[in-house]
């Protein structure tokens, strides 16, 4: 969502906001602005729409000045509109903000009362004008925005700076990352490393309730108490960098081919001749598993997806029973805890704030442990968890999620073998074949990669329709489900996902010509039971694409053109059978011509409820 730049420097720091701004594009936005302080003024520009059109207006109209903060929005309150873009700015102050200031409302009129005036509709300018009137009853920046975020309830990551003070910035965390970048004379402030690449690699990850203040030299950091404490230096992890599509066209495009990569990578070192290194989910899990008797999965989107294809997995192989839940659903439940119960946490970005809110219920409500399987080092779901595995896509920037989701099934694998083993419910020999599968798994996606041209032309078929319907089975079912979200999260084409057995219980109603149905249909034992809800669609004239093993036996007509994948093993079937479907809602998009990389009201990182 909504992205944070900050800079204190002797050079001119315009540039470094707007680079830092186009690494965050892919977190989804509306509206950029930059403020930039030189000779005791304060230059401010602020567009609608895409970066490029503030870096052009920086172009008519420079800013000079080595103090400065960026933002994009992505709007809560208030339109997406120039007057509502950030920095929000109260006299000699200046704000940018992430997150959503829940008691604004109460805020803006006691503030109203004491003379201010509002100029956006936003939540956030209650916090400039906040500070403005502590900056006046206290003695510096950090003490007055120190005094108000005791009055602030609700999610911030917020930078601000002084106009008659250009020497530092001031910035807050809570339920909202930021990030300190360390330079040589000089220090960055941003909301994702990322964004900080070009001039840094050695970062200082604020925690919940941190308070800083930053200068070109030096970092006092304060926690919620006010207490000074240090935040361990550590260096980017991050060794794929974002700024680059390389030949691709589309950011999308690139991540679904680098899932061989990926999966290589997450498996690297963790696997040994026979089994799965337990201890790659950290020192203590060898403890936790051999103890645990109920897994709970939390996860949103995508990665509700993954968890949904484990639950299938740790029945099935490890024999722990096994519950997946949304977490905006999970959070505002009252749920009953099973003994010994493990509580795991999916996702990519380690920072969705209804995934981190079920963490933090989690912790207080008598789970054995917490796990979280992540792409994002650092992040908060990684800082807050027991346990940590990091998924190794690297940097995923297209909206829709790709690797990140085919790694989360590679890691969960792994977990469901380490934890099988540990129960003592998985033979030897199962878990040296479940190593062999996923050992295989990088070569059978380079072979399913090689059907895009198929799937390309087949695309042809879909753009001007607009429904679908995706089917699957067992474990299949949740790949549907992602296939469904795939579609319509890129193409807007409306896409619904059913378990194919559920066919008779109302979908089918809907099968005419003009929906296609999609079918993932590999060689399983479920295969006869897929067929015979194939024929229930045909025979009431619904138009099939069915995604097969080529040993299961479909032959292709005038009502059903199959897509053949080589045979692969069960187990690791639905991750091979993610990347066709991918691929399909990717070929859809280019064809609609809709913004493959960063669709339309949505953001890459949900870090507001
Ligand atoms: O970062 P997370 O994995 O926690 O994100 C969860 C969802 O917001 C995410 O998977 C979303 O559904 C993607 N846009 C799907 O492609």
Not at 26 to 45: E, T
Not at 191 to 208: G, H, I, K, Y
Not at 528 to 535: C, G, H, I, P, T
Not at 561 to 583: C, F, G, K, N
Request: charged share 25%.
């Amino acid at each position: 969502m909504c992205g944070i730049v900050g800079a204190v420097a002797q050079r001119d720091v315009a540039e470094i906001l707007v680079e830092g701004l186009r690494r965050l594009e892919y977190r989804g936005y509306d509206s950029a602005g930059v403020a930039i302080v030189h000779d005791g003024q304060l230059g401010r520009v602020r567009r609608l729409g895409k970066v490029q059109a503030l870096a052009d207006a920086l172009n008519e109209q420079p800013l000079a000045g080595g103090t400065g903060i960026a933002h994009t929005r992505w709007a809560t309150h208030g339109e997406p509109s120039e007057r509502n873009a950030h920095p929000h700015v109260s006299g000699n102050i200046a704000v940018v903000h992430n997150g959503i200031i829940e008691n604004h409302e109460a805020l803006r009129e006691q503030l109203k009362a004491k003379g201010y005036e509002f100029a956006s509709d936003t939540d956030t300018e209650v916090i400039a004008h906040l500070v403005h009137w502590h900056r006046q009853h206290t003695d510096s920046l950090l003490a007055a925005l120190q005094a108000t975020v005791k009055e602030l309830r609700g999610a911030y990551g917020t930078v601000l700076m002084d106009v008659n003070d250009p020497s530092r910035l001031v910035v807050a965390r809570s339920g909202s990352p930021l990030v300190i970048g360390l330079g040589l004379g000089e220090n960055f402030i941003a909301s994702d490393q990322l964004a900080l690449l070009p001039v840094t690699r050695r970062f200082l990850f604020l925690e919940e309730g941190d308070v800083a203040e930053v200068t070109r030299r030096d970092i006092h950091i304060f926690n919620s108490d006010g207490q000074p404490v240090t935040r361990a230096e550590q260096e980017s992890e991050v060794t794929h960098d974002a700024g680059d599509k390389g030949e691709y066209r589309h950011y999308m495009l690139k991540e679904i081919f680098e899932q061989p990569r990926a999966i290589t990578d997450t498996l690297e070192g963790r696997l040994s001749e026979q089994g799965v290194v337990v201890e790659s989910f950290g020192n203590g899990a060898r403890a936790i598993f051999e103890k645990v008797e109920h897994i709970q999965l939390i996860a949103c989107g995508t990665s509700y997806h993954a968890g949904m294809v484990a639950r299938y997995w740790f029945e099935a192989l490890a024999g722990v029973p096994c519950d997946i839940e949304i977490a905006s659903e999970f959070r505002y439940r009252k749920s009953v805890v099973r003994p010994n119960s493990l509580l795991i946490t999916l996702s990519q970005s380690g920072e969705t704030a209804d995934t981190l809110a079920a963490l933090r219920l989690a912790k207080e409500s008598g789970y054995m442990g917490t796990l979280t399987i992540c792409n994002v080092p650092g992040s908060s779901l990684v800082r807050e968890s027991d346990l940590a595995f990091m998924t190794r896509a690297g940097a995923e920037i297209g909206v829709a999620s790709t690797k990140a989701f085919t790694t989360q099934l590679v890691a969960l694998l792994m977990l469901v073998a380490a934890v099988g083993r540990c129960r003592g419910n998985m033979t030897e020999q199962t878990e040296a074949e479940l190593v062999r599968s996923l050992r295989s798994l990088p070569a059978h996606i380079v072979s399913t990669l090689a059907l895009a041209g198929d799937i390309e032309q087949l695309a042809e078929e879909f753009a001007d329709k607009y429904h679908s319907l995706f089917l699957g089975r067992g474990e299949q079912y949740p790949i549907a489900m992602e296939g469904a979200l795939k579609l319509k999260e890129i193409s807007y084409i409306h896409a619904e996902a059913y378990a194919a057995g559920e066919l008779k219980h109302g979908p089918l109603a809907l099968i005419d010509a003009d929906m296609p149905i999609i079918v993932v249909a590999p060689n399983n034992e479920l295969l006869e039971k897929l067929k015979s809800n194939v024929e229930e669609v045909r025979a009431r004239g619904g138009i099939l694409y069915v995604f097969a093993d080529k040993q299961a036996g479909f032959k292709g007509d005038a009502t059903m053109r199959v897509m053949s994948l080589e045979h692969v093993d069960e187990v690791i079937a639905p991750i091979v059978y993610t990347v066709p479907l991918q691929l399909l809602s990717y070929y859809v998009a280019l064809i609609k011509g809709t913004d493959v990389d960063q669709p339309r009201n949505l953001a890459k990182s949900v870090t507001v409820e």
